[in-house]
Every structure is written in structure tokens, then in C-alpha cells.
């Protein structure tokens, strides 16, 4: 598989559509991850899902962090490969063929597993790995998830009398309040976020239990879940690239606004009237399940519609035929799965290429 | 890359999320096409930016179809090095770098591509390659093409003056059409189109311009454009598959029926209440652009919500935990460029598995 541009090539002479990195924001989004967790007893395990791609689970564990989340065993098994020695699979994994690859995962590097149900405890100790296992509270996402209090501390004591599982702690993530558009709201759903982990934690140490870990929290949040002193880790994945979705939230102390550091790049391939432009990137290129990609530093321009090879920009001094365009996608996370490679590029050049090897893992 | 699946594996052995094609549907879907188009003087192109995949490219020329259509340069490498001597690229083409690997196709295979634009036609010609030329009709769908009538003439002489390029006729489709949900209204639109179609083909005789073909037409609307005399080609891609946007039409004579054809096998990964079952394909398995995938086989139950990794079931019978389903995605094509195989399956046996080489084909 071939890259899509060369090292060197000057931005707009990369063919497209294509998914660009830009690297001065992307190393700034890093760097502001780490200075608002200074002085904070809480680390970092940002989600690999959002990027899929070892090259930046790297550069985020040389940034502080501990290791990385994934969503599946395949995306854990593309961290391992590419050298990333610590992987949480913050989700339930559930069947015998995924569970033995989880376990032989577990011999190259350590690996950690949610649970929310007992017999999928038992299917996973019957794997004979040892695992790190985590008991997904069920925050109000309404997803997975024990509820928090008693049902917890019964799952975590199952854990505990299944050998060769290790009791991790607690995986507490409350997806639904990400994208909550205001500050305050979002605080008010992670302070009662945080009394349910904090009265599980209570009785969890009245039973004898140990709960090292308390893990959850994303980029719309997570100095929220710091300051309440509730979590000790953090997952927070979209804050590397950020999306039009995201910059529609209200962002104020204490979360910081990251930058953008994700685009498509597009050409404009129709000029059919004078009413619309045309790129070369519809659905199949940037994920419109949270709406329409924007258009970078055009702010007369509108694109309104996508289908699925196609989108429709409107607007005030439309692009010229050919024409170049930067998109900022709706969505980053199913934007990224979408693409074999990352163009990174600096200052209008390319500077890398990053293969995205965990594009399209599923399973 | 290793299949996700092997020849003589039982379906419900096959780990998820896993695209399947129920093969006994995909053919008869195949010979519906047929007999829809017995002693009518049309010609079937199908469209492989649903499929993206020589081997059932083949299949629909095997059942009497001319060639391809695709809507990317890199989406007819792939037909091309699969075996596939005639693509049309059914959309405009912008750029030099592309152009040229336009060019460069056409040595390997009869290449199509159209055109709304004179300035681009002459990049065309500059690539040097002796390529078909259809003039894109805008009828209504507001992307690309020209107007019908004079404009369409006047680009058709410039591609007529524009060596070594030959005007090979005209693209008339209307997306917009294919998922109107009555035939009546449908067919309204279509009666349109045909009559922009009939009038720019008579001024193309007037100015004494042979007009070799009209092509056109989708899954949804294709016998209308037949019905009409306007068409000779069509270009419906997702009746191989069907999906659950399209069983949302109204059918009814002469629009055959086809049939699901296309799956997404996934697992329930979590019963964590009495009101919901969790699936491990979300939205990355399951593209939600035209809607939520609908449960086969299941009427009782509903797929509410997707997030990128999960969806929520709710209804009567609730899956139990480790339980496999059948969803029908709600839009095929977008689906299909998710993964990287199909897992063809018959009588619940796996009988091929299918690479799809144009995934992610973008450019």
C-alpha cells in the first residue's frame, strides 16, 4: 500500500481527497493535554480509537501518558504490534475467538478489559490470561454498564474469585455529556457521575476491595471528572484533532479549547452554476453522522450537503474550479477510519506520512 | 491481509462485526436485473462504487452487463486490475495527477469519464489519451453537469474539437429521484428528465452531433428511464444489495423488488438492563447517514441509536448476551467501504470470501 504523497510535497500539491495532520496543532494539543493535568494526581491513557494509528500513541506516551485505550481487540492488537506496551480495551469483549486473541495479546504487553456481566467474567477467565479487569459503571449513557453501587461491588467480587483475572478498578465514562453544549450542564451530569463512583468506591472499600484505577472521562469533560477527584485516569481521545462537532460545545476553565489538527483536504471539481460549488469529498470522506464538515478559513463558505462521492458548498466568493479546499471534519473518530494514511504536514509541507493500521479493525 | 472468515465455516462461527452476502439473494438479484431488461434495446452498466469489488463486477457482466461505472480514478484501477476492460467514470475528474492516471488507464481498457466544464475538457484532452467524453446533464439533482439543451451542446463541440478526446454521449442521472418514496412521484420526476434528455438530443442533431448513448438511472428509478426510450444504458449499483433506505421505496410495477442481499453480522456484547440489548456494530460498522440498520429476521426488535462502536437494541425478545444478528445497513454503499472483505455465505455456510479492493478508494 502505497502513500498518497511524498515527503516534501508542498501541501497543495497532494492529490485528494486526502486526510492532513497538521502537526504545529497537533503537537500543541499534546502539549495543552499535559500542562492541564500538571500538579493533578490523575494520568493520562488517551483513546487510540479516535486516531488508530501507533505513530501518534507514541508521541502521546512520550507526552506523559501511560498507554492508550481501544474500543476493540483488533485496534489493541495494531497498538501492540506497532510497539505500545500498555492497552486498555475500554469495552466488553464477548466470544471465545476474540478472547483468546485478547489473552495472547496479554504475553507481549499488558492488557486491560471492561466487564459488565458475569458471564462474560467467567468466559474471560476460561481464556487464562491474566488480565486487567475493569467493571463499567453505567453513568447515564445508557449503553453498557452495572449500575453503580451494590451491583458493582458484586460483579467486582465475581472478578475477584476468577483466577487468573486481576480486579482493576472501575471503568467510568459518561459518552452522552461530551457533547453537551454548555459548561455547566456538562458539570452538573459529571458531578453525579462522580457521587456514583465515589459511593462505589465507599463500598467497595467496606467490602475489602481494593479499586486501584478509577478510568473514564473525555475531551468535553475531563477537567471536569479531574477536579472532582473521583477518577485517577483519564481517557480523553478527539483532543489530538478536535471536530466541527466539538467546536460547537462552549469551552471555558476549566477544559481548554484544542485546535484543529485534522482536515480533509478537498479540490473543487464542479462549478455547475453560480449558486454551488462542488468538492471531491462527500460522506465516503469525512463521517457526517454528527453533521457536515466545515470549511477551513472560509468563513463565507457553507458546505450543505453531502453525498456520497460529493459535496455541496454555498456561499460568498465561491472557489474556483480546481481549487484546493481544507474540510474540518464533522466527526474525527469515523472521518480517521476512513483512511489508510495521515499526511503531516508543517508550515504547507509535508513532513511525514503516518499509516492508520487500525483502519477498519472491527473485531 | 488475512480474511476474516473461511471457506466451509458455519455463519454463526463467524467473528464480528463481519460484512456478509447472502449469495442465493445476490444472484437472484443478478437475474432480476436481466429480465427486467429482456427485449428492451438498453444496455446495463451497474455501479461499482456500492460494490467496489472485481469479483461481483464480474458477475453482473457474466449476467449481461457492457462494463462499470465508478465515481473515482482509483476506484477504476482497482476494476481495471481486477479484470474489468470497460469502466466509465460516471463523474468529473479534476487535476493533473489524476488525468494522468486516467490516461495511463485507458492504455489497459475502454475508460469513460464526463464532463460539465470546457476548461476541463481541455485538461482532459492535454492528458492525451483517447478517452469517451459523456457531457453531464444537470436535471435536477443540483451537483454537477450542465444545462440541458444549448449548454450541453456547446460543451459536447468542445469536446468534439478537443483531440484526441471523442464525445461519447451524455450522463443523465437523477440522484435525488432514487429514494422519493412513491413510484408516482418518481416517475413524475423521471417523465422530467426525459424530456431534458429528448430536447438536448435533438439539438445534438440539429448541429449534427451523434449522440452514441444516454446513461443514467439508479436502482430506485431505472425502469422509468428504460420505459421512457430516452436512456440506452443505466447504471444502478445497489440493487445487488438492497439496504434498509431503499426497502423504505414504495415498489410496485415495472420497479422490480430486489432483495437484502447485504448484512452486517454482529454480536450482542451486553444485556446490562431488561430494556436494551448492546451490538458490537455501531457506526463504523454500519454506516448511519441514511438511518439506523434495521434487525433481519427480528421484527420485534429495534435498532434505536449507533454510537461509533456500539448500537442499542430495544423491543420484545431481547437477544441474549453472546447472541449473533443479521442487520441490514441502512445505507449499503458507505457500508460496504468499511471493510475489507465480503464473506459470502450460502445456506449458512461460508462459500467465497471477496477482498473489496476499491475500499477506501478516494482519489
Given at each position: ?10 501541501l497543495?500539491?497532494?492529490d485528494t ?8 496543532a ?7 493535554l499535559g500542562?492541564?493535568?500538571?500538579g ?18 507514541k ?11 481501544c474500543q ?10 506497532g510497539?505500545?506496551?500498555d ?5 466488553e469483549v ?12 496479554s504475553?507481549r ?12 467474567v ?6 487464562g490470561?491474566k ?5 463499567e459503571l453505567?453513568l447515564?449513557?445508557?449503553r ?28 467510568a465514562y ?11 450542564e ?20 467496606e467490602n475489602?476491595?481494593?479499586?486501584p484505577i ?14 472532582s477527584?473521583?477518577w485517577?485516569?483519564i481517557q ?5 484533532f478536535m ?11 476549566p477544559?481548554?479549547?484544542f ?13 455547475p ?6 468538492v471531491?469529498?462527500?460522506l ?13 478559513a472560509?468563513p463565507?463558505?457553507i458546505?450543505?450537503?453531502?453525498s456520497?462521492?460529493h459535496?455541496v458548498?454555498e ?28 499526511i503531516c504536514?508543517r ?11 487500525a483502519?477498519?479493525?472491527?473485531r
Amino acid at each position: 500500500m502505497r502513500a498518497p504523497a511524498s515527503i516534501g510535497q508542498r501541501l497543495e500539491d497532494v492529490d485528494t481527497p486526502a486526510l492532513i495532520v497538521e502537526l504545529d496543532a497537533f503537537e500543541k494539543n499534546l502539549a495543552t493535554l499535559g500542562e492541564t493535568l500538571k500538579g493533578r494526581n490523575v494520568r493520562a491513557r488517551p483513546h487510540a480509537k479516535t486516531h488508530k494509528c501507533p505513530e501518534i500513541a507514541k508521541r502521546q506516551i512520550a507526552a506523559g501518558a501511560v498507554g492508550v485505550c481501544c474500543q476493540k481487540v483488533s485496534e489493541a492488537e495494531a497498538m501492540v504490534e506497532g510497539g505500545i506496551g500498555d492497552v486498555l480495551v475500554s469495552n466488553e469483549v464477548v466470544g471465545a475467538q476474540k478472547l483468546a486473541r485478547l489473552a495472547e495479546l496479554s504475553r507481549r504487553a499488558r492488557i486491560g478489559v471492561c466487564v459488565d456481566n458475569p458471564e462474560n467474567v467467567r468466559q474471560i477467565a476460561a481464556a487464562g490470561a491474566k488480565l486487567d479487569v475493569y467493571v463499567e459503571l453505567e453513568l447515564g449513557m445508557r449503553r453498557c454498564g452495572v449500575e453503580p453501587g451494590q451491583a458493582a461491588v458484586e460483579l467486582a467480587k465475581v472478578v475477584m474469585n476468577s483466577r487468573p483475572l486481576r480486579f482493576a478498578g472501575l471503568q467510568a465514562y459518561h459518552g452522552r455529556a461530551q457533547h453537551v453544549r454548555s459548561v455547566a450542564e456538562r458539570r452538573a451530569i459529571i458531578e453525579k457521575a462522580a457521587a456514583d463512583v465515589r459511593r462505589t468506591r465507599e463500598l467497595l472499600r467496606e467490602n475489602a476491595i481494593d479499586c486501584p484505577i478509577v478510568t473514564g472521562a473525555g475531551s468535553g469533560t475531563y477537567m471536569l471528572e479531574v477536579e472532582s477527584g473521583a477518577w485517577s485516569e483519564i481517557q480523553p481521545g478527539s483532543y489530538v484533532f478536535m471536530d466541527a462537532d466539538y467546536a460547537r460545545n462552549e469551552w471555558a476553565a476549566p477544559l481548554p479549547r484544542f485546535e484543529h489538527a485534522l482536515f480533509v483536504l478537498s479540490t473543487v471539481m464542479s462549478r455547475p452554476a453560480s449558486d454551488r460549488a462542488i468538492v471531491d469529498a462527500g460522506l465516503k470522506a469525512s463521517s457526517v453522522d454528527s453533521g457536515m464538515p466545515t470549511v477551513w478559513a472560509k468563513p463565507g463558505l457553507i458546505y450543505v450537503r453531502a453525498s456520497d462521492e460529493h459535496g455541496v458548498l454555498e456561499g460568498k466568493e465561491l472557489p474556483r474550479l480546481g481549487e484546493k479546499l481544507l474540510l474540518v471534519p464533522g466527526h474525527c473518530d469515523p472521518t480517521v477510519n476512513l483512511y489508510d494514511w495521515y499526511i503531516c504536514v508543517r508550515a504547507g509541507v509535508v513532513e511525514a506520512v503516518w499509516p492508520i493500521t487500525a483502519r477498519g479493525a472491527l473485531r
